[in-house]
Every structure is written in C-alpha cells, then in structure tokens.
Nanobody
C-alpha cells in the first residue's frame, strides 16, 4: 500500500479551473494504477479518472471527458487532476486512490485512499 495525501481543492466559480494533486509515499508508486473518485453527500462515491502505470493509458467518466486531465509524475510520486470548465455538478469531495490492477472504475480494486479534498463550484 501507499499513503496518499490530496491537495488543491477549493471554491471556484463555474467555468473556472482547479488542479488537484495527490502525493504518495512509498517506493511502489510507479507500479500503481492511480485514480480519482468523488463523492457528494447522500450519494455513492463515483469514478472520475484513472491513469495506468507509466501513464500510457487513461480513462475518464463520460461527464468529465474533454474537461479533466489526469497525469502523473513518477519522479515526484504525484498524480494530478487538472479540472477545467468546472460546473456546479462537479462539486464533491475528491479522493485519490491507488490500485495494483488496471480495473479503473472498480473501487474494490483500489487498496489505498487519501483523505479527500473538497471542491466547490459556485454558479
């Protein structure tokens, strides 16, 4: 497992941008699939984006395609989520997670989770 700490959340107006970052501890980061999930009160946590080891593959939920970009820097043990053209419906707590297998939307595949960072998009 790796320990994950998210940062970069905040309040932004609709149409604006935010960049979330997730810092990982441990020497196995480069071999892990990294994902971003989000959750709003009263709703199930949902998949947002994932990136494979090495960064050769990415996968996004339909609602964020063309607006969000996931990237990783294995030299710095970080994964980022660039969020552009934000909408009020993007408001949620965003979680970073790590997995050993490429099953990007399967939450049970992820064995390490961060504490979450709040993103609020005002209309």
């Amino acid at each position: 497992q790796v320990q994950l700490v998210e940062s970069g959340g905040g309040l932004v107006q609709a149409g604006g941008s935010l960049r979330l970052s997730c810092a990982a501890s441990g020497r196995t980061f480069s071999t892990r699939v990294m994902g971003w999930f989000r959750q709003t009160p009263g709703k199930e946590r949902e998949f947002v984006a994932a990136i494979s080891w090495g960064g050769s593959s990415t996968y996004y939920t339909e609602s964020v395609k063309g607006r969000f970009t996931i990237s990783r820097d294995d030299a710095k043990n970080t994964v980022a989520l660039q969020m552009n053209s934000l909408k009020p419906e993007d408001t949620a707590v965003y979680y970073c997670a790590a997995a050993s297998s490429w099953l990007p939307i399967t939450q049970d595949a992820y064995d390490s989770w961060g504490q979450g960072t709040q993103v609020t998009v005002s209309s």
